[in-house]
T-cell receptor, first 114, second 110 residues
């Protein structure tokens, strides 16, 4: 059974700092990995999706990397801003999944201090 | 221009009183999902539809049912809500490799 772990559970940084969020998964037989953002009391917004054949994806100040063989992904946020404060979730889709099933981590709660 | 719409955003029900949450989409996606997310926990898949083909997760309680009358709409029925069913319920649609989530319905059980 796939398990996804995110470390740290919470993180507080001053504005402008670069930061890295970590995600690990136990079964490396994944089809892709996705990073989401969740604001308090809201739904999920997809940030980046990395296919299993890719090493990284970039969108603006966000860069996600994937090391499938070691079961790890990182989300790098450059020049953090207070508006980046949210919970960040990673989710993996297994190779043998049907119906595009995602397994989520519990998230990292990020606070960026002005 | 909302793509996945969930109503209501907040729902209060009484212990044991049936409740229905609704989801609609304007994306015309074949797949629709219902997730349960409790406080500080990962979203947990309850079931999903591929077109009208219903797929229930093995550990989804019988208390939870779903209906999909057409491509655009999907409903989550909780037949006898317990205190442990208080959570955020997320609806999502799927196309290709990406899922698109609605804003969620927060359910409170009194």
């Amino acid at each position: 059974k796939q398990e996804v772990t995110q470390i740290p559970a919470a993180l507080s940084v001053p504005e402008g700092e670069n930061l890295v969020l970590n995600c690990s998964f136990t079964d490396s037989a994944i089809y892709n990995l996705q990073w989401f953002r969740q604001d308090p009391g809201k739904g999920l917004t997809s940030l980046l999706l990395i296919q299993s054949s890719q090493r990284e994806q970039t969108s603006g100040r966000l860069n996600a990397s994937l090391d499938k063989s070691s079961g790890r992904s990182t989300l790098y946020i450059a020049a953090s801003q207070p508006g980046d404060s949210a919970t960040y979730l990673c989710a993996v889709r297994g190779e043998k999944s049907s119906g595009d099933k995602l397994t989520f981590g519990t998230g990292t709660r990020l606070a960026v201090r002005p | 221009d909302a793509m996945v719409i969930q109503n209501p955003r907040y729902q209060v029900t009484q212990f044991g009183k049936p409740v229905t949450l609704s989801c609609s989409q304007t994306l015309n996606h074949n797949v629709m999902y219902w997730y349960q997310q409790k406080s500080s926990q990962a979203p947990k898949l309850l079931f999903h539809y591929y077109d009208k083909d219903f797929n229930n997760e093995a550990d989804t309680p019988d208390n939870f049912q779903s209906r999909r009358p057409n491509t655009s709409f999907c409903f989550l029925d909780i037949r006898s809500p317990g205190l442990g069913d208080a959570a955020m319920y997320l609806c999502a649609t799927g196309q290709g490799y990406t899922q698109y989530f609605g804003p969620g319905t927060r359910l409170l059980v009194l």
